[in-house]
Structures are given as C-alpha cells and as structure tokens.
C-alpha cells in the first residue's frame, strides 16, 4: 500500500487511535498512549473529539468505536455498483454448496472482504465483512490478480512482502507469477491451504464487458470436503453459473 506524501499528523494520529480501538475492541487512555507513542492528554483531546462526532463511545474506563462506523460502511459499499446483485448470488451460492462463500473485491493492493454467507456446514475462518487481506495467498486475491492490467499486476506484486503463513503458501514472485498464468486460462483460482491449514479455497473474478475486474467470489471449505470432483468441477460451475448471472445483470447497472 502506497503512502502519503505529505500526511496531515494530527489525522494520521486520530487513525491511529482509531485503529487501535478496531484491533483491540476497545482500550483504555493510558494503553492508547502508549500504543500510538503520544500523551494521555493529547489522545484524551482526540477521543474526546471522536466522540462529539460519533465515532468513539466510553462504556466505564475504556473507549471503543462508535456506531457512526456503520453508516460509513453502508455508504462505502455503495460505490460498488454489483454488490446487491453479487449478495444474492453469494446468498445462493452459500445455500447450494453449504460450504462459507466470500465477495471481495481490491482497494490498494488488497483484498477487502465485503460480504460473507454461510451453508449449513460452513467453516468459520474469521473472515468477516470488512476483513483486509494480501492478494499472493487467498483464491479470490489471485484470480483478481490475474485479471488486472499487466500493469497493475506488477506494481502490486513488485510489492508484496511474501511470508510462508502455512507450508503450502507461495513465497516467491516466479511462482506467483507462473500460477497467475494457469488461472488466466483457466479461468478459476485455488487455495491449497495456503492461508489456513486444512482449508481449500476456490475463486472466480467477476469482470464487466470490457475485462475489467469488479472482483471474485470464493467458495471455502476443509480440505476433506473440497477434493475430487467437487473440487474440479462441482463447486466451478457452481462459480462460474453465479458469475454468468452477474455479469450479464451488471450491464444495465
């Protein structure tokens, strides 16, 4: 992720106070202090000032985020023209396999999770609405990948800090770039236990009449319900049937 330039201090402090009350769950003045470097007195004056607006409450010693939060999550979403229509095929999706199904989309070289539906037998990764993650690692992270302009494609790699986060996960730009080219021609996108251990992945991009990527949706299971011919062929054109609705509704947005 690019940074600014020239960041305005006191806004990157109060995103600072702001993303330790996210990670946290809520914190204490004395813990905030210490964890953005800076004096009880100043993060007193920029909680004080999140909460005028909205942003922060106190509930006894600690302060946590506001409810103002969802509303500029509601507006957010908006700007992603496809997203009622790609919640109803993820809904269905999550019914006909019964396995967890994701929409995603990149923002700045990641993957932003923006909605999540469950089957009856959906795992629970910790995924959630909202969630952030690296692209090189995650199914719908490469085949959005594969899809973006050259370009793009290798700005966001030439960036990536690759880490082994299980035995399984890509840890090089060669490999990388050589399992993009199989999903270009193939068409879909695996997670062989790459992120969590014992659960498969498998992805789709959605992509207007142009080529150009809206984002994927992914279908996510354990490794013993995602192998074989549901692996191969069931839960793909479970994928592409929810991806062909899509992009052929998503025209006369």
Known sequence: MSE?????????RTLDIIDVLRKNGGA???DIADAVGMSKGSVHCHLATLEQNGY???????????????DLAHHAKKRISIYDLTKTEVDTLAE???????FTVEENGEGVCLYTAGGEEAVDTGVYRGYRNELYHTA??????????????????????????????????????????EIR???????????????VGVSTPICDQEGAVYGAISVIGPDKRMGGERLE???PEHLERAVNIIEINSTSL
Not at 4 to 12: D, F, L, S, T
Not at 165 to 173: A, G, K, R, S, V
């Open 56 to 70: 922060a409450v106190k509930e006894d010693n600690e302060y946590k985020l506001g409810l103002k939060a969802l």
């Open 185 to 199: 021609e193939e068409g879909i996108a695996y997670n062989h236990s790459e992120t969590i251990n014992g659960l």
């Open 96 to 102: 006909e396999t019964g396995e967890l199904v994701l």
């Open 233 to 235: 062929n069931e839960i």
């Open 140 to 181: 719908v992270g490469k085949a959005m990948l594969a899809f973006m302009p050259p370009q793009k494609q290798t700005r966001i790699i030439e960036e990536t800090d690759f880490e082994a986060i299980t035995p399984n996960t890509i840890t090089n730009e060669a490999e990388l770039r050589s399992e993009l080219e």
């Open 4 to 12: 600014a330039k020239n960041p305005v201090q006191a806004v990157q």
């Open 28 to 30: 204490r003045i004395i």
